[in-house]
């Protein structure tokens, strides 16, 4: 399976930067989610309760990441034992790019999955992994506001005002004259009847 996304935030690249590599960030964000703890450089032991269908299992797994260029990118590996229903793992590339006073969150990412899951059948899986992805972002941004809500207000303040509605002009004439035209031509039809 293979997915690919982005989400554009109003905190700044650092800050987004920073949230990504910090634990309790990624446990509130996470769903299904009850634990992240660093293991090492780069490293977590990662808990999280998952259902797909009539399976619901709790994987246990790592997060490694690799190519770790701050504040821009890093690859993120996963491999995560969920008993009998199975296994996933995979691979993530999770990029941020400045734009204006915030940032745009890319990825792109490869899983794979075995065991009972993977007999749930694959538009199953697929609708499940990007619902979790969205489900993600949606936290994650929500996550950023609790955190850094100066740069989402600063956000909103640079968002244009919806323009009033001016009544329009029908052929450059002004539209009080095709009122008065209107009465006038009901008072003829009136008078000649």
């Avoid at 977590?44 to 690799?66: D, M, Q, W």
């Avoid at 009972?116 to 993600?136: H, N, P, W, Y």
């Avoid at 600063?154 to 052929?171: D, F, I, L, M, S």
């Amino acid at each position: 399976m293979e997915m690919q996304g982005s989400r554009t935030l109003a905190v700044t690249q650092e800050q987004a930067w920073s949230a990504l590599n910090n634990p309790d960030v990624l446990k509130a964000s996470i769903p299904g989610c009850d634990k992240v703890e660093a293991t090492g450089e780069n490293q977590y032991a990662v808990g999280v309760a998952v259902k797909i269908g009539p399976v619901s299992a709790k994987f246990n797994g790592k997060i490694t990441l690799t190519d770790v260029q701050p504040p821009e990118s890093y690859t993120l590996s996963f491999d995560g034992q969920g008993g009998a229903a199975g296994f996933g793992k995979g691979q993530a590339q999770v990029k941020l790019v400045p734009q204006g006073t915030g940032c745009e969150l890319n990825y792109s990412a490869r899983a794979q999955v075995g065991g009972k899951i993977a007999q749930m059948g694959q538009r199953l899986i697929d609708g499940v992994a990007k619902s979790m992805a969205e489900d993600f972002f949606r936290r994650f941004d929500e996550e950023m506001q609790r955190r850094h809500p100066e740069a989402y207000a600063a956000a909103a303040a640079a968002q244009p005002a919806p323009e009033a509605e001016v009544a329009p002009k029908a052929g450059g004439i002004p539209v009080w004259a095709w009122i008065a035209g209107a009465i006038v031509l009901i008072a003829l039809v009136w008078w000649m009847r």
